[in-house]
């Protein structure tokens, strides 16, 4: 079977879905040709010009507006401004010739069966056969589609879904037609995973598929209980957020922000097409969403909906909530419950189900309610969407951001516990449940061995979830694998020799437990290993140093431990950088200070596409003080090429920490000098970055890592480089740009970056700029308004101007 590849894509619709996809395979380097229709009539703007329906500007004017769009829109769709050179835009009458040299032609237009047939025919005349051929579908039966098409065209054929945004949504669903080629699944299912990073999954073609259905249902279920136990808006949003490990926005913010017309169509098109299901009822939409939509309060895009910002007389704006009873808009009020206070000591999520639906309040009420329901409805829907219970999980988790999918958090609160709660609700499972207790099961899923596994129903027996080979996951091997524990760190053995240091602390940051614990992990190492990763599956990699240890340490003017703390930071840093065994830095989600600050110490970084790092001490009033003023500097000097004007080279390296930037994905981060070409390298599929990490740990233990010699001849530019960053400092603070404690913080970076006040471009050892950025962090800590910042991020977690 020849091996296929994908070079090129054509897109065929370019609306915010169509677009966004065109943006994510720009991301990991295909090259797409995105096609939308030919306009019907020329606008303001054109007429003014003298153009006509003829000419090309005019012809591609949707199709460019849509893709300018989305590149403007936040979060941005593309990983890197210049990957949007990887997309050509066209029109569906002088351009479709061109999807006979692509290899994928996906198909993202307007839901209407009759307009996709239409879209499907035309397409068919110039696609060459073996070409695969997709739709991007919400839930239109992907059976309807393909019909009437060639034999060579059914069999490359299904359904493609992803959702929205297709960056940032991991959910992948690959739905079969009825004579798609058993290779085509294949092929997609692993290039999802491996290549767009995404969770793939294989559905049936049922009305809504996996996500949508169990999702809408999840979100109609809740409508209804609103109604039921008379809760506001505020409620319900309080309770299905971060507390059950799903997204900030909860449930009606996410609605907002969807759009509710998107939501009442998926509800609509389950109530019609799934007349048996037992739930039928519960997708008719209450009153109060069929006056939203008449008013056309559809959230975000028409500037109101559950919620509604205001502008007030004195400029400033306020979000107003909806009252579900009077359908009037008023101000939102705090909610509160005293189940809620029982979980605030409960760091991991799963173990708070059990706390939430013991609650004695009506918070407790509505987890029971809830859930019972979300049990009851899953048990049925399978083998009706899926033969697999894993894959309702895996839709649930990837597609709608919760953390844990239905069956995990009924294995949470226990299997037997959770029948009591569906039979106390007036609902009841499917009979499978009780074979599987039958058959001395008593949870959906068990780990043995490292590996995950999940009930199989047919079998009747724990099978092993497939495709974990390309993975690791720390959950499933650290009772059994670990070597060493502290508070702030476990440190864990992935095997073949090498070892991994998982931080625990809250946010994991950085403290004096987690640095105790990267020292004990490198003399490990050293000792009993070849190499080691530093990498975990938390949200954020680390949101940098403890700076509450910091402001305590500055307020009580402790001078000689913080100055101590600061070193053994630095000594930390630069012990991963010269160990005997190589060192990767693993990072994903937020990587800042010294998150950031460690992974540029590592011999290489395996950082997942989603990370965000950058130095922002400036908005704490300090600069970095863990080796990363120091290392900016370094690198700065190692990009000088002869003919370079020195001092712009660094001072780009300086504004980068001046300017606290922040990269947003792992490509920028190479951009901004946090990351180095050549040397590390990113990962689109965060569940595969640890295994990747460790290969690349072993590959350099193999081929015979040599421990680095410390650095003596790093070249500093002293007065030359100085005197400018003063001179600018003077004209951005002359010109109201920065305050006056800004200035000051600047000029303490530069005295660092220029090696100081030398009266000429003198080589300095690494340790020279180590001591000058330790003694400016320092002096920074000893100023008012710098513990004025820090106070103020601690207590509100923003940076503090003043």
């Known amino acids: 079977?020849?091996?296929?590849?994908?070079?090129?894509?054509?897109?065929?619709?370019?609306?915010?879905?169509?677009?966004?996809?065109?943006?994510?395979?720009?991301?990991?380097?295909?090259?797409?040709?995105?096609?939308?229709?030919?306009?019907?009539?020329?606008?303001?703007?054109?007429?003014?010009?003298?153009?006509?329906?003829?000419?090309?500007?005019?012809?591609?004017?949707?199709?460019?507006?849509?893709?300018?769009?989305?590149?403007?829109?936040?979060?941005?769709?593309?990983?890197?401004?210049?990957?949007?050179?990887?997309?050509?835009?066209?029109?569906?009458?002088?351009?479709?010739?061109?999807?006979?040299?692509?290899?994928?032609?996906?198909?993202?237009?307007?839901?209407?069966?009759?307009?996709?047939?239409?879209?499907?025919?035309?397409?068919?005349?110039?696609?060459?056969?073996?070409?695969?051929?997709?739709?991007?579908?919400?839930?239109?039966?992907?059976?309807?589609?393909?019909?009437?098409?060639?034999?060579?065209?059914?069999?490359?054929?299904?359904?493609?879904?992803?959702?929205?945004?297709?960056?940032?949504?991991?959910?992948?669903?690959?739905?079969?037609?009825?004579?798609?080629?058993?290779?085509?699944?294949?092929?997609?299912?692993?290039?999802?995973?491996?290549?767009?990073?995404?969770?793939?999954?294989?559905?049936?073609?049922?009305?809504?598929?996996?996500?949508?259905?169990?999702?809408?249902?999840?979100?109609?279920?809740?409508?209804?209980?609103?109604?039921?136990?008379?809760?506001?808006?505020?409620?319900?949003?309080?309770?299905?957020?971060?507390?059950?490990?799903?997204?900030?926005?909860?449930?009606?913010?996410?609605?907002?922000?969807?759009?509710?017309?998107?939501?009442?169509?998926?509800?609509?098109?389950?109530?019609?097409?799934c007349p048996k299901d037992e739930r039928h009822e519960l997708f008719k939409l209450p009153g109060f969403i069929d006056t939203m939509m008449e008013k056309k309060w559809l959230g975000s895009k028409t500037g109101q909906g559950f919620y509604k910002k205001i502008r007030k007389d004195d400029g400033s704006s306020e979000i107003l909530t909806l009252d579900l009873e009077t359908l009037d808009y008023r101000d939102s009020k705090r909610a509160k419950f005293g189940t809620l206070e029982q979980t605030k000591t409960i760091d991991k999520v799963e173990d708070r189900f059990e706390v939430l639906v013991n609650g004695k309040d009506k918070a407790g009420d509505f987890y029971r309610k809830t859930f019972a329901a979300l049990f009851a409805y899953v048990s049925h829907r399978i083998p009706e969407i899926t033969d697999e219970l894993y894959k309702i999980d895996d839709a649930m988790r990837a597609g709608f951001g919760w953390e844990h999918g239905p069956f995990q958090i009924w294995d949470a609160i226990g299997v037997e516990k959770g029948l009591k709660m569906i039979k106390d609700e007036g609902h009841e499972v499917d009979s499978w449940v009780a074979g599987m207790l039958e058959s001395g099961s008593d949870s959906f899923y068990s780990v043995k061995d490292g590996n995950s596994y999940f009930y199989d129903i047919p079998s009747k027996k724990q099978e092993k979830i497939p495709g974990q080979d390309s993975f690791i996951i720390l959950d499933n091997i650290r009772k059994t694998k670990e070597v060493f524990k502290n508070s702030?760190?476990?440190?864990?053995?992935?095997?073949?020799?090498?070892?991994?240091?998982?931080?625990?602390?809250?946010?994991?940051?950085?403290?004096?437990?987690?640095?105790?614990?990267?020292?004990?992990?490198?003399?490990?190492?050293?000792?009993?290993?070849?190499?080691?990763?530093?990498?975990?599956?938390?949200?954020?990699?680390?949101?940098?140093?403890?700076?509450?240890?910091?402001?305590?340490?500055?307020?009580?003017?402790?001078?000689?431990?913080?100055?101590?703390?600061?070193?053994?930071?630095?000594?930390?840093?630069?012990?991963?950088?010269?160990?005997?065994?190589?060192?990767?830095?693993?990072?994903?989600?937020?990587?800042?200070?010294?998150?950031?600050?460690?992974?540029?110490?590592?011999?290489?970084?395996?950082?997942?596409?989603?990370?965000?790092?950058?130095?922002?001490?400036?908005?704490?009033?300090?600069?970095?003080?863990?080796?990363?003023?120091?290392e900016m500097t370094v690198r700065a000097q190692d990009t000088f090429r002869t003919g370079d004007v020195e001092l712009n080279t660094l001072q780009e390296y300086f504004l980068t920490i001046g300017m606290a930037k922040v990269s947003t994905s792992a490509y920028e981060a190479f951009d901004l000098g946090l990351l180095q070409k050549g040397k590390d390298i990113v990962v689109v599929n965060k569940h595969r970055q640890l295994a990747v990490a460790k290969q690349q740990a072993k590959l350099m233990a193999d081929i015979g890592y040599t421990q680095p010699v410390k650095r003596t001849d790093i070249k500093v530019l002293g007065k030359q480089a100085l005197g400018m960053f003063l001179v600018g400092t003077d004209s951005m603070e002359d010109s109201n740009y920065i305050s006056e404690h800004d200035k000051k913080i600047a000029n303490k970076l530069a005295y660092v970056m220029a090696g100081g006040d030398l009266s000429e471009p003198t080589l300095v050892s690494e340790q020279y700029l180590l001591d000058l950025e330790r003694e400016a962090f320092l002096s920074l800590c000893t100023e008012r308004k710098t513990l004025e910042r820090i106070q103020h991020m601690l207590k509100t977690g923003k940076p503090l101007r003043n």
């Open 1 to 273: 079977m020849s091996k296929r590849r994908i070079k090129k894509i054509a897109i065929i619709g370019s609306g915010i879905m169509g677009s966004g996809i065109a943006c994510h395979f720009a991301n990991i380097g295909v090259d797409v040709l995105l096609l939308d229709i030919v306009p019907r009539e020329l606008n303001d703007k054109e007429k003014a010009k003298g153009l006509t329906l003829e000419d090309k500007e005019v012809r591609n004017r949707l199709v460019n507006d849509s893709l300018t769009e989305s590149l403007k829109s936040k979060p941005s769709p593309i990983y890197d401004k210049a990957f949007a050179s990887r997309i050509k835009t066209g029109n569906m009458e002088d351009d479709i010739a061109k999807v006979k040299d692509v290899d994928w032609i996906m198909e993202v237009v307007v839901e209407r069966l009759d307009i996709k047939q239409q879209v499907f025919e035309k397409l068919e005349k110039y696609r060459t056969p073996g070409t695969l051929i997709t739709s991007n579908t919400s839930g239109i039966p992907i059976h309807f589609m393909s019909e009437g098409r060639s034999e060579d065209f059914q069999k490359h054929f299904c359904g493609t879904h992803f959702f929205n945004p297709a960056r940032y949504l991991e959910l992948f669903e690959i739905i079969p037609g009825p004579k798609t080629d058993q290779e085509v699944l294949d092929f997609l299912n692993e290039y999802g995973e491996k290549f767009l990073g995404k969770t793939s999954v294989i559905a049936k073609d049922t009305p809504a598929f996996i996500g949508n259905r169990i999702g809408i249902f999840s979100i109609m279920s809740l409508f209804h209980a609103v109604k039921d136990m008379d809760m506001t808006v505020e409620e319900v949003d309080k309770l299905t957020g971060p507390v059950i490990g799903r997204p900030k926005s909860a449930t009606f913010r996410t609605v907002d922000v969807v759009g509710l017309d998107t939501l009442v169509h998926v509800a609509n098109g389950i109530y019609e097409n």
């Open 488 to 630: 702030g760190v476990v440190i864990e053995d992935l095997g073949d020799g090498i070892l991994n240091i998982e931080f625990q602390s809250k946010m994991n940051t950085i403290g004096g437990d987690v640095l105790a614990g990267v020292n004990k992990g490198i003399e490990l190492a050293e000792k009993d290993f070849a190499g080691l990763v530093v990498g975990n599956q938390a949200k954020n990699f680390s949101v940098g140093a403890n700076i509450g240890m910091i402001f305590m340490m500055a307020a009580e003017q402790e001078y000689d431990e913080l100055n101590a703390a600061i070193k053994y930071f630095q000594d930390t840093m630069m012990r991963m950088r010269y160990s005997s065994i190589p060192t990767v830095a693993a990072p994903q989600g937020m990587s800042l200070g010294g998150g950031c600050e460690l992974s540029m110490h590592a011999d290489k970084v395996v950082a997942a596409a989603e990370t965000y790092m950058g130095l922002v001490e400036f908005g704490v009033g300090v600069i970095p003080g863990g080796g990363g003023s120091k």
